[in-house]
């Protein structure tokens, strides 16, 4: 009797000191968990804390509509970053315009038309394509594209086209992956339902698959949006750096990013808050187009 | 039925059959059309996936081939001849250049050789990209002025006998004396002494032309009189006024080694000189005037000089870039203690960024109960994703430069990495601990495991395959990763010491060297160290999600 009541009670015991250790287990995990929302948080809670007080010294419309950057002015400083956020928004529709098209034809030939090898291939090209590092893309940029630029237009080369070519390229990858993965997991009734009626591949794929696809392909867009508006280094070494409002596509261009990079080394007091501010700009930018991509895929683990 | 509403004629026979042919040609058209759409559609795609293939093998094989293979016009007072046993401006005999072997060297100029003896760069970094203490040795029966460091002997066997022991060692010895430094183990290096002398005339500007360099090419045709006026090269219209060496002298076997030509073929038009006076005097004096002279020669006697373009091509990434250290910002030496900051940079973050990655993970699949808290954990882990590299940056320079009082050096550096990379080993692990079968947790349950032994000892092992692929895509993008780490890692290309100091690693090394224009060749190889971990990265995550339940 009292051998089977100690039993019990070490077994007990046991069981208690298993039940706290899965609980403290669990809670280191979901300390790891956390880490990601935290580092987010505080990366908010930072960028502005760093930023917002720019706004006692220069107003909100003139920091964003200004289209003056003379931060070095002793006398007058003026903050106006209304040229970078152009320059951003010129280079990145025109990244867009570029790659949207392609990416779109390749995620296509991936899921309609490419045999398994071909798709492999392909794989592999897109995954390589992400996988090169930016300083890369930037360098192949000064030595080939800047100088082709150069050659065919004029100019130093270093202009809003040179960047919106590079970060076209950059771009690929993210638009032709999610592409293809929306083509591939509509449903085959889709498909079949049009060739059945008479349609012809061609048809098919861009009167019914496309239009079907919509939502994903618009959701990769936008997230190939967020990856060139947030792109720094090759865009600073091949779009010219000038604080001036772009002109056109072979102007000297400077992003908001650019302006971070520039001027972070040297700067101090309101000059070295602008740039906090100039990246809460960014920052807002970025997110609300990831909150958008939220939005247009719905839940992702519908699609899948 | 339309048609037949539309048809105006009766219907008879033979209108039935037309009306069958041409609503037979209508389809028929119809169908090549719709083929021809369809061949136009499959040409469309095929050839955006072939852009987009093109595209990459181009970036990668453009880097790559100027990775390995340098070729660089380059533009000299001197002209690229130069033999072993060469005539020196403040020596009276001919003289040969003898270097360690250890220098890699394979030619120079009499500039530079002039300064090297002075002891005025007293590092070969200048001259051949190598850190190493120049030591020059001169014989006593030298003539010339020589720096305080230069070392003087009496014989010729000491002297080759200190240059083959010495490292950074080179010394000067007379022509004549070449069979002495036989059986022993050194370089021989030619000197490059001659350039272009040409008359003031030649350089004139006239009708916005003006002579600026001369070719290979050009200086041959020049020497075998195949060209007459300056304006089929260039220049202004003027005629060329080609003054031959004296007989004999060095420049005169140049020129005729430079020309391809043999002593009977030198072309009449050329003026001919009996003493090295007159042969400087005529090509200063006469319009239009040429001649092959030493650089020293035309300095000392005012002369002009035309520049000498030439393409210099070779090998560019080599053992020794990877194996030297770094000096002067790069220009100098190799990459070496910047490929160990790569790696130590690389550990750290893993280091730091594995357990809690796989930590997330296990909580996201094991543990949490779908509802608000995964919500707000995956939307944070998305947003983390999206957050540009820049905005990392300037966080980690706040946060743990600043506010952390951590300095900027490789620990600020790898935090800030780690934050960026964790999004991606906690997506890969999450799937690859989705993928374990729910038979392994209940085999291991069922043997009366509790859930983290089960976690522990059966999921986690049969999910490392997927985990690490997503560790490996995670490194590959740390290598890569250049914005994060301007304001948190810093530029010291020296070998890390402990975890406060700056570090310069290959991405940033990268972007230096392209900002600073210090060299374009040095930058390739670096893009080309790179880009080789890149696709080792590829290759060895592809090669890891074979594994599948």
Redesign the interface.
Same mark, same amino acid.
């Given at each position: 009797m009292i051998n089977t009541d100690k039993k019990k009670r070490v077994m007990e015991k046991a069981i208690k000191n298993r039940a706290r250790k899965e609980k403290s287990v669990e809670i280191v995990l979901l300390i790891c968990a956390l880490v990601s929302v935290i580092s987010v948080l505080f990366i908010s809670v930072f960028i502005f804390g760093e930023g917002l007080p720019l706004f006692k010294a220069v107003s909100v419309g003139d920091f964003l509509f200004g289209t003056d950057w003379a931060p070095s002015n002793e006398e007058n400083p003026r903050y106006g970053i209304l040229p970078f956020i152009v320059g951003s928004i010129y280079i990145t529709l025109g990244a867009l315009l570029l790659a949207v098209p392609i990416g779109i034809m390749t995620a296509v030939f991936m899921a309609e038309i490419a045999d398994k090898r071909a798709v492999e291939v392909m794989r592999s090209v897109v995954q390589l394509l992400a996988g090169i590092p930016s300083v890369i893309y930037g360098f192949f940029g000064v030595i080939v594209i800047s100088k082709l630029i150069r050659e065919t237009f004029g100019g130093t080369g270093y202009s809003v086209l040179s960047g919106a070519i590079i970060l076209a390229i950059m771009v690929l990858p993210t638009i032709i992956n999610i592409t293809e993965v929306t083509i591939t997991s509509l449903p085959k009734s889709i498909k079949e339902g049009s060739l059945a009626l008479g349609g012809t591949r061609w048809q098919t794929i861009f009167k019914v698959q496309l239009p079907a696809a919509k939502s994903g392909i618009i959701a990769g867009v936008v997230l190939a949006m967020g990856r060139a508006l947030g792109e720094t280094m090759a865009v600073l070494m091949v779009a010219g750096n000038a604080p001036i409002m772009p002109t056109g596509p072979l102007s000297k261009v400077r992003t908001l990013t650019m302006n971070i990079v520039t001027d972070m080394g040297y700067a101090s007091g309101d000059h070295r808050t602008a740039l906090f501010t100039t990246s809460i700009v960014l920052f807002l930018f970025i997110l609300i187009l990831n909150l958008s991509v939220n939005i247009i895929k719905g839940n992702p683990e519908e699609i899948a | 039925m339309s048609i037949l509403l539309n048809t105006q004629t009766p219907v008879t026979d033979i209108s039935i059959e037309a009306l069958v042919n041409s609503e037979q040609r209508k389809a028929d058209t119809h169908y090549r059309k719709? +083929?021809r759409?369809?061949t *136009? @559609?499959?040409i469309?795609?095929?050839?955006? @996936?072939a852009?987009?293939?093109a595209?990459?093998v181009y970036?990668?094989g453009?880097?790559i081939y100027k990775g390995f293979r340098s070729d660089n016009i380059l533009e000299t007072d001197y002209i690229n001849y130069g033999t072993i046993e060469s005539p020196l401006p403040w020596q009276s005999d001919d003289t040969i250049m003898i270097v360690n072997s250890d220098v890699r060297l394979k030619e120079i100029n009499g500039d530079n050789l002039e300064s090297l003896l002075k002891g005025k760069p007293s590092n070969w970094g200048n001259i051949n990209e190598q850190d190493l203490d120049v030591i020059p040795y001169v014989l006593d029966t030298a003539e010339g002025n020589f720096g305080k460091k230069t070392i003087i002997k009496n014989d010729v066997e000491s002297i080759a006998a200190a240059v083959e022991n010495q490292v950074g060692a080179f010394g000067i010895i007379p022509a004549a004396d070449a069979d002495k430094i036989d059986g022993y183990k050194l370089n021989v290096i030619p000197v490059w002494s001659l350039g272009i002398g040409v008359s003031p005339t030649v350089l004139e500007i006239k009708d916005n032309k003006k002579m600026r360099f001369i070719d290979g090419d050009m200086l041959k045709d020049i020497l075998r009189g195949n060209i007459s006026n300056w304006q089929e090269i260039g220049g202004i219209d003027l005629p060329i006024t080609l003054v031959i060496p004296p007989a004999g002298s060095y420049e005169y076997n140049a020129y005729l080694e430079l020309a391809g030509i043999s002593e009977d073929e030198l072309p009449d038009t050329g003026i001919s000189t009996g003493n090295p006076a007159e042969y400087i005097e005529q090509i200063n004096k006469l319009d239009g005037g040429i001649g092959i002279i030493q650089i020293t020669a035309a300095e000392a006697n005012d002369m002009k000089t035309l520049k000498y373009q030439y393409r210099k091509t070779g090998r560019n990434i080599q053992m020794w870039f990877l194996f030297e250290e770094p000096k002067r910002a790069g220009r100098v030496g190799g990459v070496s203690s910047i490929i160990i900051n790569t790696i130590y940079m690389v550990l750290l973050t893993v280091l730091f960024s594995t357990?809690?990655?796989?930590?997330?993970a296990?909580? *996201?699949t094991e543990?949490?109960k779908q509802g608000r808290l995964v919500k707000?954990?995956r939307?944070?882990?998305?947003?983390?994703a999206?957050?540009?590299?820049?905005?990392?940056g300037?966080?980690g320079?706040?946060?743990f430069v600043d506010y952390m009082n951590l300095g900027i050096g490789l620990l600020s550096g790898t935090l800030t990495l780690t934050?960026m990379i *964790?999004?991606t080993i906690?997506r890969t692990s999450e799937e690859a601990i989705k993928a374990v079968p729910r038979s392994f947790r209940a085999g291991s349950l069922a043997l009366g495991a509790?859930?983290?032994q089960t976690i522990y000892k059966v999921v986690i092992p049969a999910a490392a395959p997927g985990i690490l692929t997503g560790v490996i895509l995670a490194v590959?993008?740390a290598?890569?990763?250049?914005?994060a780490l301007?304001?948190t890692m810093g530029f010291d290309y020296r070998r890390v010491e402990n975890l406060n100091t700056s570090a310069r690693v290959l991405?940033t090394h990268?972007?230096q060297l392209? +900002?600073e224009g210090i060299s374009?060749d040095r930058?390739f190889a670096t @893009?080309t160290i *790179?880009?080789v971990i890149?696709?080792a990265?590829?290759v060895l995550s592809?090669k890891l999600v074979v594994r599948k339940y």
């Open positions: - | 719709s +083929k759409a369809n *136009l @559609a499959t469309t795609l095929w050839s955006a @996936a852009l987009t293939l595209i990459l970036i990668l453009f880097i357990p809690i990655g796989i930590g997330a296990v909580y *996201l543990y949490a707000i954990i939307l944070g882990t998305e947003t983390l999206g957050i540009p590299s820049i905005i990392f300037l966080f320079f706040i946060v934050l *964790l999004p906690v509790g859930k983290w590959g993008r290598v890569g990763e250049t914005a301007l304001f991405s990268l972007y392209v +900002k374009f930058a @893009a *790179l880009i890149v696709l990265v590829n592809t």
